[in-house]
């Protein structure tokens, strides 16, 4: 680039010292040896499949409850890591675990955003992998790698390999996005972002390569790699200048946890890692759906309250949100929690978010009506979270 541009500067009469002319790096890309003969293009992939040969499973809790895992991780990060978080914090969390496999952490800086999933992938004893997301980044090969055309090898990042290795076990994996608005989520996480829809896990497939090696690893199959069901992405989000926007799109695919105060500190017994497999966690979430079934009240709660947003703001509930709605309550309920705490926060991070969109005069005029509706149709004072919601829209519009 610097000598075509001193080209230039002497096609208008200047004759730049050579000695200023900076001699362009040399691709590191360009040093690497080309695969020898009978070498697998999946370096990485490769040694995990030699080192699962004589993997030996760890000591799982079958035992354990949904608010005894709430319990014992609050205590272990507390006494083993120095990291404080209420209740509700640890309820939320594993109530979003149950309905999504994408979590985002939003909040003030130093609150702990992403030291709550890494205390979390510790407590596993299965270490979370931190993905530090760039402002360039702009497609998936940033997060999953590419194939090297002159080396014939193929760049595989920390996230191909943690997927790669989550397909022979049944822990539960953890991927941190750390700052994953820093460049558009819609852009990079595409591709993942349409996966996790996919109703039926086993059609959850990432095209790798296009072609098939006999060397490839054993875990691809047709140069595709399968999305494991034991993993879940958590992202963390800060909200100023330097960030992008999230649009609704990954919003309604996600669950949101607000961390937007340090919490107090406490004491705790001294508590040891607590590794569980996902076949057991996705058991308690289920049985906790059976039993703390959303009441029949609080649905007709819900139908009333989607009456009257469609009537006066124009938006609605979807079926997205009311099975998450389904799943994200008995859950949280499951944990410890009360029904109507688990539908006040969902129902402001689901719900009062889409106010955004309306009309700021409107909004305004607006709003108390639908906090005095709220009062009257859950009881005073009850949706605490998403009033205040409302007024801060109220605020900003």
Known sequence: KDKILAMK?????????????????E???????????????????????????????KVYNYDITLSEICDMFRNFACSRMGLFYEEKVIRLLFAGFASTKLILLQGISGTGKTSLPYALGKFF??????????????????????????????????????????????????VILDELNIARVEYYFAE???LLELPNPDERYIDVVSDVWDTDPVQLKDGRIKLP??????????????????????????????????SERFVAPR????????????RLTYEAMQEYELTGRNLKRLEEL??????????????????????????????????????????????????????PVYLRSAAEGLCQYLDELFGYDRMILCKNAIHRLERNA
Not at 31 to 39: D, H, I, Q, R, Y
Not at 326 to 340: A, D, M, N, S, T
Request: hydrophobic share 35%.
């Open 9 to 25: 500067v002497s096609h208008l009469g200047l004759k730049p010292d050579e000695s200023d002319v900076i001699e362009p790096e």
């Open 27 to 57: 691709d590191p890309e360009e040093n690497k040896t080309p695969l020898a003969e009978g070498e697998s293009r999946f370096y990485k992939c490769t040694l995990i499949d030699e080192k699962m040969q004589d993997y030996i499973p």
């Open 125 to 174: 004893e299965n270490d979370a992998t931190i993905v530090s997301v760039q402002p360039s980044w702009r497609d998936r090969t940033e997060l999953f790698g590419y194939f090297n055309e002159f080396s014939k090898k193929f760049n595989e990042t920390d996230l191909l390999r943690r997927v790669y290795e989550s397909s022979y076990t049944d822990d539960i994996n953890v």
């Open 192 to 194: 993942f972002l349409s």
């Open 229 to 262: 069901v034991n993993m879940w992405f958590i992202g963390t989000a800060n909200n100023d200048d330097s960030t992008f926007a999230i649009s609704d799109k990954v919003y309604d695919r996600a669950m949101i946890l607000n961390l937007d105060e340090k």
């Open 271 to 282: 508590t040891k890692p607590t590794p569980i497999t996902a076949e057991n966690f996705k």
């Open 306 to 359: 989607d009456k009257y947003l469609i009537s006066h703001f124009h938006i609605t509930f979807g079926n997205r949100i009311m099975k998450q709605i389904r799943q994200y309550v008995p859950v949280y309920v499951g944990c410890g929690g009360e029904e109507l705490e688990a539908l006040d926060d969902i129902l402001s991070k689901k719900i009062i978010r889409k106010l955004e969109t309306q009309n």
